[in-house]
């Protein structure tokens, strides 16, 4: 029997052969998306150059050189060097490293933080749900940008403080996935019989409801990621985000647009990559709800 | 038959019906309304008063006297337990005293009213051009489902969502002011234009047109065109996006079979039946795009150096000028948090499925 | 019978799938008069699909072909889709099943019946809210000024079905598709429902083609059955002569019906032939 026939197998003979038959039906599906597939060939770069960019050959994306200083796109720097004489394409490449690095954070603290809640106030009900949910709410209904932007300023500026800025502002819709998702299971009968066998709040709802609530919660997480991109692109562009010599994008936006005239590529460059790699997570995650969640397309 | 009388009856007394549910809304509203104001102005009170280390020294910056830094210290209330310093706060909130501003000696609440106007006029304008498109480009996209037009909507919606706005507006003024010519460059008006006008909405188009100024409106349409069509687009790329979802399960449902059944053109179908349906939803994709513009000012008012509460804020932020960033914050939260609200309260009033 | 008004003639309705293309009508030829004709047949066997490939709005992709379909000897599918707006409504119309579910939600029941009106009739708004009052008081509901006003979520179940014919027999058609008029309805309104259809539709001497699953309903109130099964028309049969229908398949759901004063102590289930569907 050959690989395909294996996964395909109307009869699977064990359940891991089930469910990766039905991760490689999906992916069937997924593969025929030219758009999904485009996103995830952007994703797949941004990760690759993100892990490999220390042992490139490039040169190091701090290192001044003025004498270089401003030189345009050309053999010696691809794209052309920024006002310290800095190579733009190294700066570029060591930024996806940062970009990647907060997605990552982010979502790190948020998916955990929004399924906790979300589990627990549609799990245990009662008051605890009305007050649960309506903080959620009411941080829905908030600003985001904003007070991210008033918190970051507060604090002080940096990599840090945007990071937790993001998350404090992005857990809320995960909750709101992950109460719905309890709230369906919560009286099935395979959870009531879990309970009687005496599986403790917790046990059920990471076995039962976290399970539930992956696809839907991976399809928002991609989507998302094109939002945190922004949003740390449009702090770090106001001087709140990563602060120099790092190379995060949004803050050689920001520097090179004292030179937009003259040397459009310092500020264009960056700017480039942010869109890039948003529409890259975009696209992947617009291609992801189309097979995992076709009801909410 | 017993139902066809109650039925009748209802239909024959809706006011007093209506009456009731309709106090009961609007105090659900308006619960619902004051919780997440205090709840915002809570998470304001505590960025500016609990989270950083010196709360005295971020409201009157580093260079203050002593005198001030001590008189600043009492108002705030800093030895006084939290939950007190907090109804201080709000007191002093609800008497629209949001201190004075480090950076331009003005009450903060004056300032906010100076600046707001440049700040809705960018916003309003950018609605307009993103719905007038954005609606009809989704309805367009959904009748021709996996056709090209619906695939161009799909990309273009995309690549809205993608774009980070400060940049495109850096390059739109490369290209349409510095290259090309087109436009305006930043700013509201030519230096030569300012105060020709007398302000009385604060909206110089509007102020323009009410003193019969051309020249004056030329201008500032010249000068809100590249923003506003910038902006524009990501309202049409959200728009766009909604439109043909909400179309596409409209179009599934039976009372469109039935419209066509009944013999009505394809285009009263679509336009009438279909679209008529779903203005209520769409109207709250618009009110929350209106809000997200209105925070996305931050970003964009910086690249164009558009005066409104976006740059104020921004501004203050640089001056470490605590109070305005959070008057200002304040404010554009209130609206958010208002359109937010009041969309769920207009699809209750507007719709007649769940209309009371 | 008299001349023809509607022939049908080797329908075909054809969904493409990715194992290939799926004839789901497959060949019914009927001809009908001025005479009333029910089709019945098991969930699934194409009823809906025939009616609406008449009225030529089988969803896409769904594909309709045949050898003739033809109304008053006009080919319907050789109209364009401009004239076809013509047709609808106005010569041939449609009565869905769940008015819950098929009158517009956000459109005053009024407006939607007076709709059809002004634009076949090319009538002004004075006119059409006449009529469409009228009408509703044709089927027979109490107040209709004020149900005029009403939205349909409004209305009770045999209410909006009511109002449904109202609206389609308004324009006065020739033909008209009841398909499944009252299954989603309580049983006691049913019977008054089917009442007001039969006798508007004998008053106004159009012709009627019911669709259900009640093979006890359709010959009370049709001429002729058509029984279906799967996409096929397996036999044709004068309503009073039901009992010597001749198809296994219909002879098996006249044995399974329950009848008063019966005697079997068990209801014989229905035994299914493979050869049926061939
Ligand atoms: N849009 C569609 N796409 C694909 N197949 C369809 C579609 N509509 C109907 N079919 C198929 O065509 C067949 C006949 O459908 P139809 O609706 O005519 O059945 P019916 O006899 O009216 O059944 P019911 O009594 O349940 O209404 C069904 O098997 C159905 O699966
Ligand atoms: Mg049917």
Redesign the interface.
Known sequence: MSAPDWLLTEAPASRRQASLGRWYRNWLVFRRNP?AMIGLAIVALLIVTAVLAPVLPLQSPTAQALSQRLAPPGAQHWLGTDELGRDILARIIFGARITLGIVLMVVAIVVPLGLLIGTISGYIGGALDVVLM??T???????????A???V???KPGLESAIIAIALTSWPPYARIARAETLTVRNADYVKVAKLQGASWLRIIWHYIVPLCSTSVVVRMTLDM?GII?TA??LG????GAQPPTPEW?AM?STG?DF??DQ?WV??I??IA??AV??G???LG?GLRDVLDPKR? | MANDVTTAARAAAPGQIFGAEFAYELIRFLG?LA??LL??TF??FV??RV??IDPVL?VVGDRAMPETYERVRQELGIDLPIYQQFWLYLTKIAEGDFGTSAMTSQPVLHDLFQYFPATLELATAATLIGVLLGIPLGVVAATHQGRLIDHVT??VG??G????V???G??G??VFY?WLGWVAGPGRLDIGYDGLVEPVTGLITIDSLLSVDWDVFKNAIAHLLLPASLLGYLTLAYVSRMTR?FMLTELNQEYILTARAKGMPERRVIWRHALGNIIVPLITVVALSY??L???A??TE?VFAWPGLGQY??RS??NAD?NA??G??LL??TI??CL??LCDMLYRLLDPRVRP | MSDPILEVENLRVTFPTHRGDVDVVRGVSFSLGRERLGIVGESGSGKSLTGRSIMRLVPPPGRVSATRLALLGHDLLKTSAKEMTRIRGKRIAMILQDPKFSLNPVMKVGHQIEESYRLHADADRGQARGKAIEALSAVRIRDPEAVYHLYPHQLSGGMGQRVMIAMMLMPEPQVLIADEPTSALDVTVQLQVLAILDDLVRERGMSLILISHDLGMVSAFCDRVMIMYAGKAVETINARDLDKVEHPYARGLIASAPRLGDDRPELPVLQRDANWAK
Request: hydrophobic content about 65%; glycine content about 10%; overall charge positive.
């Open positions: 758009l309506r903080i709410d009411i941080f829905l209904a908030f600003p985001r940008l904003i007070l932007l008033a918190f300023a507060a604090i094109a922004l692109a449009g562009f106001l001087g709140l949004g936006i647009r937009l005239l459009w500020a264009t960056p700017g942010i869109f948003s529409l997570f975009n696209l617009d397309t | 619902t919780l997440t709840g915002l998470v304001t960025i500016g989270v950083p971020a799909r990309i995309l690549i969502y993608s774009i980070p400060f940049w495109t850096l390059v003024l490369l510095a979802s809000a997200s209105l925070e996305g931050v970003l910086t804020i921004t932020l640089f605590m960033v959070l200002g914050t554009i939260g958010f948090v937010n609200v």
